[in-house]
């Protein structure tokens, strides 16, 4: 099925917002249980939390110097830290409301991600929601990203696989929506330290492609730093009561 045959429940959301407007609107936070893959540097983890609409959140990272920053974290009393990944999810059976995947299915290994939309599945309660956001392969950002970390092949990979696990019936397709959100860096500086320094993914540029990357993101530089429109796709997933 492609992406023009995935049917499509409820209005898409337009404009430039933040992400949280969305699955605020998406999702039945209040009281549930939710488990987050992926959580990387725990931005949205906190959010959530503080919101104190959940029950509880089990916030997995796969990347080990990632988590052991998060396991310093001590003021969110309703969040777990743990270390792992979505083919190997460290949660029982029909124990989550709620997964949540904020930009990380396209980090999964490409022959594991079918496996994962399978452990989605197992950790979800029947009609239980996993709500997977994925950048779209398009934008001035993503013209700067693929000079040096081209993500077309793992980014179709990650959406084939939600489209397989659809189609062979592991989970139900809820919704598909689509939206922009911002990305800001103060200065190139920002942006290295934020992208090209991130520790799930090595990055190593030579001098020559460091000053090509430099000179792509300064054109977008303005008196207040850099700010990029990013498209994000939305797929809400059910699993079949």
């Known amino acids: 099925m492609s992406a023009a045959g995935m049917k499509i429940e409820g209005p898409s959301v337009e404009g430039v917002i933040n992400e949280a407007e969305v699955y605020n609107r998406l999702l039945p936070l209040d009281g549930a249980h939710i488990i987050e893959l992926g959580c990387g540097a725990a931005m949205h983890t906190r959010a959530i939390a503080e ?7 089990l916030a997995c990272e796969v990347d080990t110097i990632q988590h052991e920053k998060n396991l310093a974290i001590t003021d969110l009393p309703t969040v777990t830290f743990c270390h792992g990944g979505a083919e190997a999810i460290p949660a029982e059976d029909a124990s989550a409301d709620i997964v949540m995947m904020f930009k990380s299915l396209h ?61 062979q019936g592991t989970l139900e ?32 540029l030579n001098p020559e492609l460091l000053q090509t990357v430099r000179e792509k993101f300064e054109c977008f530089m303005g008196s207040e730093g850099a700010h990029f429109v990013m498209p994000i796709r939305v797929d809400l997933l059910r699993r079949p009561c």
Request: aromatic share 10%.
């Open 51 to 57: 919101s104190g609409r959940p029950a509880a959140i």
């Open 173 to 204: 397709l809820a919704g598909q929506h689509f939206f922009n959100t911002a990305n800001h860096f103060t200065d190139f500086a920002d942006f290295e330290r934020k992208v090209i320094g991130v520790t799930h993914t090595e990055h190593r």
């Open 107 to 167: 980090h999964v290994p490409l022959d594991a991600m079918n496996q994962a939309m399978q452990e989605i599945r197992r950790v979800l309660k029947p009609g239980g929601l996993a709500y997977i956001s994925e950048p779209v392969y398009a934008g001035d950002f993503n013209e700067v990203l693929r000079l040096f970390h081209d993500e077309k092949a793992v980014r179709e990979a990650a959406f084939a696989s939600v489209r397989r696990a659809v189609e």
